[in-house]
């Protein structure tokens, strides 16, 4: 069990971890695509990149939780990914609500970096009492 540093240190490191391979998947996209036409596909690309990792590491170093069948970790990778999709709301529109504004790199990523810590802080709370405790 962790202690209440721990998790901080652990969630906030994986937070940013996350983030950061969810902004070079989308940095990568717009270079690929272009900005007219890239935002929104580089806004998915980016977000499953960056839900893969932070799965990966909540499941196996914040909640401590062991592989299991095929069945069980494919209801927790989808109870994730519901957990994911409020979440993501609020991500999407605070990042594209500052690209709206102000059609620049710097401030869709501020308003997805913002997006992101609201949306890191209430998945933490809804993984933690839906998805890792949950035994199919």
């Not at 690309?45 to 069980?72: H, P």
Request: proline share 1%; aromatic share 16%; charged share 15%.
């Amino acid at each position: 069990m962790l202690t209440g540093r721990q998790l901080i240190f652990r969630y906030s490191t994986f937070a940013v971890l996350a983030t950061a391979v969810n902004f070079i998947s989308q940095t990568a996209v717009l270079t690929l695509v272009g900005s007219t036409y890239g935002v929104g596909i580089s806004l998915v690309a980016g977000t499953l990149a960056g839900f893969i990792a932070k799965y990966v590491l909540d499941k196996k170093y914040l909640f401590f939780d062991e592989l299991g069948s095929v069945k069980r970790e494919t209801t927790k990778m989808l109870l994730y990914g519901l957990t994911a999709v409020i979440t993501t709301l609020a991500f999407w529109s605070l990042e594209l609500g500052a690209w709206g504004l102000w059609h620049t790199p710097m401030a869709k990523y501020t308003g997805g970096a913002i997006g992101l810590c609201i949306g890191y802080f209430a998945k933490y709370r809804l993984d933690r009492r839906f998805v890792f405790c949950f035994e199919p």
